[in-house]
């Protein structure tokens, strides 16, 4: 289907082409780095920080999300959805250059900003360009593409530690996207649909300095006196957003009980697959003493069951509605949640831990996708973008905020009692020449690491508790659901 009004037809199969790529780079990018983690603080040092790694790129594309979403609805997708490749691949490269763990951090924000811009837009193009009944299916697909990004980043993070160096899990991206915007230069024409509306940086201003400080009040004791100067910025943005005409947060669909309850439980999805993804390679590598390759596999399972669940789910939803695999996935996150609580400790199994996050990629892969198809069909065109940029926001906010805050828990706890060249040997490759420091800080990481998960089960609970408050609503009666197009540009 061609975008009314368009000059010069889209070609839809090498669009996608360049939109899987898009989502596929911007989703590795967030997990890649978690089994090249280890061996990145061995070489650069600088334990307290570990979770800003991945946090900061999080916080970075959180932030940028809603007003990209924004911007693409006001004046269009494509020279945003570019714009956000550019800076992308920017810090993709300085981040393979960094020479200090506070530089890769930097960078790594820089990459964060350009995929605030990819994948949202890329999934709501893809929104654009099909028929509600088409939807389903290739929203499906592109959410196992995130899934099978979220698993594929730490196994390929792992193999290029091994065979190559951890800087190459940031140059890999670079012929990726490379040729993933020359497709979209060529192949996707939409139409020039400008709006009178703009975005209100002050807005923008206060949503990117509360968040920031938000994240950073899980930064240990000192990081609690931000925590007000967070929630009063926060308190800010929605006083500025209610004034708003054109809001870059959506504040009004909070009333729609929907948009409220898929929102609540994204954000509790994001942290606990993030949180997961993030610290059971840490969990195989640092306690188990696993190799950085063995510390990918440990999620391994993931990768066929998130990819396939996505897929089923998004061919099923036009026949059974979006409650039942919301619900259902969410009691399978809540499960495999709390059964990794029970079953990270020091000793243990990966045929335990494999069971445990094939389940979670099950439910992952159910209620991720069935939720954000929900809300994109929940709203007209002219929102979509800030609608379906909503959605991404608050589930990387939920990865966010839990990969900072647990990171700064672990950190601060192991280097009150571990100088930081003993964490980073016992991390390394020089493991086993340390035996004798070795065994009480990998109990010290045991421990702490089951603390984390003790936490994501209860959240996962609690995901499940939101999810039976979904409403029962007919796919085929929302306003989403009539057209894919765009209304007519205004005069």
């Known amino acids: 289907m061609d975008l009314p009004d368009s000059p010069r037809r889209t070609n839809r199969p090498l669009t996608m082409a360049a939109l899987v790529a898009c989502v596929f780079m911007s989703a590795l990018e967030a997990t890649v780095v978690a089994t090249a983690m280890p061996t990145v603080v061995a070489e650069l040092g600088g334990i307290r920080l570990y979770g800003w790694v991945t946090a900061g790129y999080l916080l970075a594309s959180t932030v940028s999300v809603p007003i990209f979403g924004k911007l693409a609805d006001l004046r269009g997708r494509k020279p945003w959805l570019l ?10 490269v300085a981040s393979g250059l960094s020479q200090t763990l506070v530089q890769l951090i930097v960078f790594r924000v820089v990459q964060g900003l350009g995929a605030g811009s990819m994948g949202p837009l890329a999934l709501t193009v893809v929104s654009d360009l099909y028929s509600f009944k088409e939807r389903g299916r290739v929203q499906g697909f592109f959410s196992s593409v995130w899934g099978l990004s979220a698993i594929v980043g730490p196994l390929l993070g792992g193999a290029m530690v091994k065979v190559l160096s951890w800087r190459w899990v940031f140059f890999v991206n670079v012929p990726i996207g490379i040729v993933a915007a020359l497709l979209v230069i060529a192949y996707f024409h939409e139409s020039i649909v400008v709006h009178s509306g703009r975005i209100h940086w002050r807005s923008a201003l206060a949503l990117t300095l509360g968040t920031t400080l938000l994240l950073a009040a899980g930064e240990g004791r000192e990081g609690l006196l931000l925590l007000p100067v967070a929630l009063l910025l926060l308190a800010l943005f929605i006083r500025l957003e209610r004034k708003s005409a054109e809001p870059i947060l959506p504040i009004d669909l909070f009333h729609d009980r929907l948009f409220f309850v898929t929102i609540v439980l994204t954000v509790i999805l994001g942290g606990v697959s993030m949180g997961t993804i993030t610290f059971l390679p840490l969990f195989v590598q640092g ?5 950085p390759t063995q510390a990918g596999a440990s999620i391994s399972a993931m990768l066929v069951t998130w990819p396939l669940a996505s897929v089923v789910t998004g061919r099923l939803l036009p ?61 007209r065109w002219e929102r979509r973008g800030t609608a379906t ?30 100088p930081p060249d003993v964490i980073a040997r016992v991390l390394g490759p020089e493991r086993a020449a340390n ?28 995901g499940f508790g939101a999810a039976l408050l979904f409403p029962a609503t007919r796919p085929h009666e929302m306003v989403g659901a009539m057209a894919s197009g765009p209304p007519p540009p205004r005069r």
């Open 435 to 462: 035996a004798e420091i070795a065994g009480p800080l990998v109990s010290a990481l045991a421990s702490g690491i089951h603390q984390l998960f003790v936490v994501m089960g209860i959240a996962g609970a609690l």
């Open 389 to 418: 940029a909503s959605s991404i926001f608050f589930r990387a906010m939920g990865g966010a905020l839990a990969v900072a805050t647990f990171g700064s828990m672990l950190g601060f706890e192991l280097a009150r009692s571990f």
């Open 319 to 379: 026949r059974v509605g979006f409650r039942l695999p919301i619900v259902l996935g969410s009691f399978l996150v809540a499960g495999a949640a709390i059964g990794l609580a029970m079953t990270v400790r020091e000793a243990t199994s990966a045929r335990a831990l494999h069971f445990m996050t094939g389940a979670l990629g099950l439910g992952l892969g159910m209620a991720v996708s069935s939720s954000l198809i929900a809300v994109q069909t929940s709203v």
């Open 83 to 92: 714009f956000g490749v550019a800076l992308f691949l920017v810090g993709s």
């Open 287 to 291: 306690v188990m003493g696993g190799t």
